[in-house]
C-alpha cells in the first residue's frame, strides 16, 4: 500500500510539472519578441519596431519614416511572427522568421513587395548618441 501511495503522488508531480511547464511555456512565448527591434527592408526603408505583451497579448507598434502604425493581426508561434500594417499606400503583409535577437522574413501589399531583416536593442542603444549629435 505504502509503495502504491509513493506511485501515485510521484504521478501527480509529474503531471503537475507537466501542467505548469506548459503554462509557462505559453504565457512566456511572446517574451522573446518583448523589446525595441530596429530594422530596413529591400525597399531602402529603415524601420522601428516596438513589441510588448499586455494581458498577456503581443502587442506592436512600427514606426517607419516619422509614421506610426499600429501592427495589426499580429502573431507570434514560437518562431514566425506576421502582422499586418495598414498604410496610405494600402494594406502591408509582413511575414517573418525569429531567431534569437534578430528577425527576418518577407513583405507583399497589392503595389509592392521584398524583404526585411530587424534586430533587437540596437535603435535603444543608439538612440541617444544620435539625439547628442544634433
Do not use: C, H
Not at 10 to 20: D, E, K, R, S, Y
Not at 43 to 66: A, C, I, N, P, R
Not at 86 to 114: A, H, I, P
Amino acid at each position: 500500500m505504502k509503495a502504491r501511495n509513493w506511485i501515485v503522488m510521484v504521478g501527480l508531480l509529474l503531471g503537475l510539472t507537466m501542467v505548469a511547464a506548459a503554462a509557462d511555456a505559453a504565457a512566456g512565448g511572446n517574451a522573446k519578441l518583448v523589446g525595441v527591434w530596429s530594422g530596413s527592408s529591400s525597399s531602402s526603408y529603415d524601420f522601428t519596431m516596438t513589441l510588448k505583451e499586455q494581458d498577456g497579448k503581443l502587442q506592436g507598434d512600427f514606426e517607419v519614416q516619422g509614421t506610426d502604425m499600429e501592427m495589426e493581426n499580429l502573431a507570434f508561434d514560437g518562431a514566425k511572427i506576421s502582422f499586418n500594417l495598414e498604410t496610405g499606400q494600402g494594406v502591408y503583409n509582413l511575414q517573418g522568421t525569429v531567431d534569437g535577437n534578430s528577425m527576418s522574413g518577407t513583405f507583399k501589399s497589392d503595389e509592392d513587395s521584398g524583404t526585411w531583416k530587424a534586430t533587437r536593442g540596437k535603435a535603444a542603444a543608439s538612440a541617444p548618441a544620435a539625439t547628442s549629435q544634433q
